[in-house]
């Protein structure tokens, strides 16, 4: 298991957000390119259990363990520079 630290924990947050919107919009076929993205980083238990209810088309599971990573990492707060998000561009 990695530590918050070794991953971009604001991204993968908007990740998750984005997957439960397709999940009640049903749009499947797009689950699979954010769940490929967030696979790029190394990731903890949690999120690694995420991604096989997500593959397995266990969706219902899967929104809850969204929402537990959700609650769990949002109290979190994660400050982000705007000058240095327009100097990466």
């Given amino acids: 298991?990695?530590?918050?630290?070794n991953i971009?924990?604001?991204?993968?947050?908007?990740?998750?957000?984005m997957?439960?919107?397709?999940?009640?919009l049903e749009e499947e076929d797009e689950i699979s390119t954010h769940i490929f993205k967030i696979e790029q980083q190394t990731l903890p238990t949690a999120l690694?259990?995420?991604?096989?209810?997500l593959k397995q088309k266990?969706?219902?599971k899967a929104i809850i363990a969204i929402e537990a990573f959700i609650n769990q990492h949002?109290?979190?707060?994660?400050?982000t520079d705007?000058?240095?998000e327009g100097l990466k561009m």
């Fill in 48 to 53: 690694e259990n995420i991604i096989i209810d």
């Fill in 74 to 79: 949002s109290n979190l707060t994660i400050y």
């Fill in 82 to 84: 705007p000058e240095i």
């Fill in 1 to 5: 298991m990695t530590d918050a630290q």
């Fill in 19 to 24: 997957i439960k919107n397709l999940i009640s």
């Fill in 8 to 17: 971009d924990i604001s991204r993968i947050l908007k990740r998750l957000e």
């Fill in 58 to 60: 266990s969706y219902s």
